[in-house]
């Protein structure tokens, strides 16, 4: 179980991290195209991370003893897994969150449709009280 929650969580949290990168560099795309440009970014180096572990479980599944192979099952399992569900599950999960409550993104941006604030029925009261003269009115003669 933690096999799958500590591959899953550290991809997730690097692709996360390029997202609110890229959610800077690049203002004028949309949510879908950042997620999608992330993934991309970061996906070789998912592969040479989860392909040299798994390469290496496999080692332990076909050559290990009865004792290691139950083990090396499970990490392969917990490996493919991880990177399944950061990648493809992660990111879409995001996507309808942002689209069923959306709010300001990195740039400070609302997103995916967002609705404009409404407008407080009560006005809040102003700063300065009433009987003070504005800054900008002229000042009586002396």
């Given at each position: 179980?933690?096999?799958?929650?500590?591959?899953?969580?550290?991809?997730?949290i690097?692709?996360?991290?390029?997202?609110?990168?890229?959610?800077?560099?690049?203002?004028?795309?949309?949510?879908?195209?950042?997620?999608?440009?992330?993934?991309?970014?970061?996906?070789?180096?998912?592969?040479?991370?989860?392909?040299?572990?798994?390469?290496?479980?496999?080692?332990?599944?076909?050559?290990?003893?009865?004792?290691?192979?139950?083990?090396?099952?499970?990490?392969?399992?917990?490996?493919f897994?991880?990177?399944?569900?950061?990648?493809?599950?992660?990111?879409?999960?995001?996507?309808?969150?942002?689209?069923?409550?959306?709010?300001?993104?990195?740039?400070?941006?609302?997103?995916l449709?967002?609705?404009?604030?409404?407008?407080?029925?009560?006005?809040?009261?102003?700063?300065?009280?009433?009987?003070a003269?504005?800054?900008?009115?002229?000042?009586?003669?002396?």
């Amino acid at each position: 179980m933690l096999t799958v929650v500590g591959y899953s969580l550290n991809d997730t949290i690097i692709i996360f991290d390029r997202v609110r990168e890229n959610l800077r560099k690049f203002r004028r795309q949309n949510l879908y195209e950042i997620l999608n440009l992330s993934i991309n970014e970061t996906l070789p180096r998912s592969v040479l991370t989860h392909g040299t572990t798994i390469a290496t479980t496999l080692a332990l599944l076909l050559l290990a003893g009865e004792v290691i192979r139950p083990f090396a099952w499970v990490m392969s399992f917990g490996i493919f897994t991880g990177t399944f569900s950061s990648i493809y599950i992660a990111a879409p999960v995001l996507l309808w969150i942002e689209k069923r409550w959306p709010g300001e993104d990195a740039r400070g941006a609302r997103t995916l449709g967002a609705r404009a604030p409404a407008t407080p029925a009560i006005s809040a009261p102003s700063a300065t009280p009433p009987s003070a003269p504005s800054p900008r009115a002229p000042q009586p003669a002396r």
